[in-house]
């Protein structure tokens, strides 16, 4: 409780000395900064709803500790992700997928491998956590703190101008932007909570939020927010609704940091790193507190300072089981398969860990792709064929080159062990030669997969895409846009 209550007073202080140089915040839109602001950590049960993509609610646990936040997407109902077919039946059930924004880092991963996929917070890639700390204060789910998520407009020409009146006891503050016109509708008897937040242009009101609240450890929150935008159904039905169905507010047995051990990765993890644009840079190793190279952590497992930790163990384990028990049945090629699926890269060719890679990657920039342009059903099923048949392509030229994928691989890890004085530079050469061999392979990603996709969205598409950029465009920091 000291913790909180200094952070309080910080934050009230800090907000008497931005009322004193000029910045013109209205009090009630402060007194919510106010009330909100300090929620230092935050232990969240929630669900979301998107009906435009499915008609199940999917459920998510948010963990915050400052500038820190994991995400936990548990699927839906029945833990199913992603569509289900046009009957119903519930598609395979797999583990809790897990993502930490930290450091300037979203971590991301599966719940299944020993890897996990790194990328860089920016402008360009932005998490896509959204920081509950700020829900029901922006007419659109923010991805932003509370503070960006009241204040920020992108590029802004001019200074807001604001308007304020009271309504039947609410506190309605208007800020006239260069984009639009955004309204919170505050209440002073419950947190200086909004329940009601719209963005207009023109008289017209582009997008909406609508919250209920209630009180969360003595905290004034939205249990439930509903989301309405005038490009579906005449902004007449709801775009998107989310519920809290638990809220753990500022309780002192919260972490005060969180790290990638708390979504589950620890020592041995292989980490996936990739560029701001998506694309694979390389592959490093997790030593359970910071990213180092393969080759550091072979030779500080030969010396004996480092080792897997019990959650990459268990799964090595369960990767062996899988493997030994399609052996017994007389099934190499099973094992290898449900042991890439479903564990880690044990049993696996040189070629295969390729293959395994490379479907993991294409795919979610398929899926990105998919999502950025919000592309209909005919048009989503026509970008997961030309995925397949990408796919194909690569294991065919994979299935002919399996053998020198091994020789490879089996030069490296002999030169791996060995004494060799120009060890370094040998494996620098077949490095070489691996990326020499893997050439057609990115061909087909750059010259096929990406150049077929780009044909399916239409101007419109296109367009309003364009317009979702600007509107979410920041100089220096990643998240969701204000109008």
């Given at each position: 409780m000291?913790?909180?209550?200094?952070?309080?007073?910080?934050?009230?202080?800090l907000?008497l000395?931005g009322?004193?140089l000029?910045q013109?915040?209205?009090?009630p839109?402060r007194?919510?900064?106010?009330?909100?602001g300090p929620?230092?950590t935050?232990h969240?049960?929630?669900?979301w709803?998107?009906?435009?993509?499915?008609?199940?609610?999917?459920?998510?646990t948010?963990?915050?500790?400052?500038?820190?936040?994991a995400?936990?997407?548990?699927?839906?109902?029945?833990?199913?992700?992603g569509?289900?077919?046009?009957?119903?039946?519930?598609?395979?059930s797999?583990p809790v997928h897990?993502t930490?924004?930290?450091?300037?880092?979203?971590?991301?991963?599966?719940?299944?491998?020993?890897?996990?996929?790194?990328?860089?917070?920016?402008d360009?890639?932005?998490?896509?956590?959204?920081?509950?700390?700020?829900?029901?204060?922006?007419?659109?789910?923010?991805?932003?703190?509370?503070?960006?998520?009241?204040?920020?407009?992108?590029?802004?020409a001019?200074?807001?101008?604001?308007?304020v009146t009271?309504?039947?006891?609410?506190h309605?503050?208007?800020?006239?932007t260069?984009?639009?016109?955004?309204t919170?509708?505050?209440?002073?008897?419950?947190?200086?909570?909004p329940?009601r937040?719209?963005?207009a242009?023109?008289?017209?009101?582009?997008?909406?939020?609508?919250?209920?609240?209630?009180?969360?450890d003595?905290?004034?929150?939205p249990?439930?927010?509903v989301?309405?935008?005038?490009t579906?159904?005449d902004?007449?039905?709801?775009?998107e609704?989310?519920?809290?169905?638990?809220?753990?507010l500022n309780q002192?047995?919260?972490?005060?940091?969180?790290?990638?051990?708390?979504?589950?990765?620890?020592?041995?993890?292989?980490v996936?790193?990739?560029?701001?644009?998506?694309?694979?840079?390389?592959l490093?190793?997790w030593?359970g507190?910071?990213?180092?190279?393969?080759e550091?952590w072979?030779q500080?497992e030969?010396?004996?300072?480092l080792?897997?930790?019990?959650?990459?163990?268990?799964?090595a384990?369960?990767?062996?089981?899988?493997?030994?028990?399609a052996?017994?049945?007389?099934?190499?090629?099973?094992a290898?398969?449900e042991?890439?699926?479903?564990?880690?890269?044990?049993g696996?060719?040189?070629?295969?860990?390729?293959?395994?890679?490379?479907e993991?990657?294409?795919?979610?920039y398929a899926r990105?792709?998919?999502?950025r342009?919000?592309?209909n059903?005919?048009?989503?099923?026509?970008?997961w064929?030309?995925?397949?048949?990408?796919?194909?392509?690569?294991?065919r030229?994979l299935?002919?080159?399996?053998?020198?994928?091994?020789?490879?691989?089996?030069?490296?890890e002999?030169?791996?062990?060995?004494d060799?004085?120009?060890?370094a530079?040998?494996?620098?050469?077949?490095?070489?030669r691996?990326?020499?061999?893997?050439?057609?392979i990115?061909?087909i990603?750059?010259?096929?997969?990406?150049?077929?996709?780009?044909?399916?969205?239409?101007?419109?598409?296109?367009?309003?895409?364009?317009?979702?950029?600007?509107a979410t465009?920041?100089?220096?920091?990643?998240?969701?846009?204000?109008?």
């Amino acid at each position: 409780m000291t913790r909180m209550w200094f952070t309080l007073a910080l934050a009230h202080f800090l907000l008497l000395v931005g009322s004193a140089l000029g910045q013109g915040h209205p009090e009630p839109v402060r007194n919510l900064e106010w009330t909100r602001g300090p929620l230092e950590t935050a232990h969240i049960e929630w669900s979301w709803w998107k009906p435009e993509r499915s008609s199940h609610f999917y459920f998510y646990t948010s963990r915050i500790a400052g500038d820190e936040i994991a995400l936990d997407q548990r699927g839906d109902e029945e833990g199913v992700f992603g569509r289900r077919s046009e009957d119903q039946v519930p598609a395979r059930s797999i583990p809790v997928h897990r993502t930490l924004r930290a450091g300037g880092q979203a971590w991301q991963y599966s719940g299944l491998s020993l890897s996990v996929d790194v990328y860089p917070v920016s402008d360009r890639t932005p998490s896509g956590l959204p920081d509950l700390r700020a829900l029901g204060m922006s007419y659109m789910l923010s991805l932003r703190d509370v503070h960006d998520t009241l204040w920020f407009d992108g590029p802004q020409a001019s200074p807001r101008k604001y308007r304020v009146t009271v309504e039947n006891g609410l506190h309605v503050v208007r800020a006239l932007t260069d984009q639009g016109e955004i309204t919170w509708y505050l209440d002073p008897e419950r947190g200086w909570c909004p329940v009601r937040v719209t963005c207009a242009k023109d008289g017209k009101i582009l997008q909406e939020s609508r919250s209920t609240l209630t009180q969360f450890d003595g905290v004034w929150f939205p249990q439930r927010v509903v989301f309405f935008r005038s490009t579906y159904e005449d902004g007449k039905e709801p775009c998107e609704v989310v519920r809290i169905h638990s809220a753990s507010l500022n309780q002192p047995e919260h972490p005060l940091r969180l790290t990638p051990g708390d979504i589950g990765i620890d020592a041995c993890f292989n980490v996936a790193m990739h560029d701001e644009n998506g694309k694979p840079v390389g592959l490093f190793k997790w030593d359970g507190e910071r990213i180092i190279t393969i080759e550091e952590w072979n030779q500080r497992e030969e010396a004996g300072e480092l080792k897997p930790g019990p959650h990459a163990q268990r799964l090595a384990g369960r990767a062996r089981d899988i493997v030994e028990r399609a052996r017994e049945r007389g099934d190499p090629k099973l094992a290898a398969h449900e042991a890439g699926s479903r564990a880690t890269d044990a049993g696996l060719t040189p070629a295969a860990l390729v293959k395994r890679s490379l479907e993991s990657q294409w795919e979610a920039y398929a899926r990105h792709f998919i999502e950025r342009y919000r592309l209909n059903k005919e048009q989503s099923d026509k970008a997961w064929a030309i995925l397949k048949d990408c796919q194909e392509r690569a294991n065919r030229y994979l299935a002919k080159r399996e053998k020198d994928f091994e020789k490879l691989d089996k030069e490296a890890e002999a030169l791996k062990k060995s004494d060799a004085k120009d060890r370094a530079q040998r494996l620098a050469a077949i490095d070489k030669r691996h990326r020499k061999l893997m050439q057609p392979i990115d061909e087909i990603f750059e010259k096929q997969l990406k150049p077929r996709l780009e044909k399916l969205p239409t101007r419109a598409q296109r367009r309003a895409e364009e317009e979702r950029e600007k509107a979410t465009s920041k100089p220096a920091k990643a998240g969701g846009g204000q109008p």
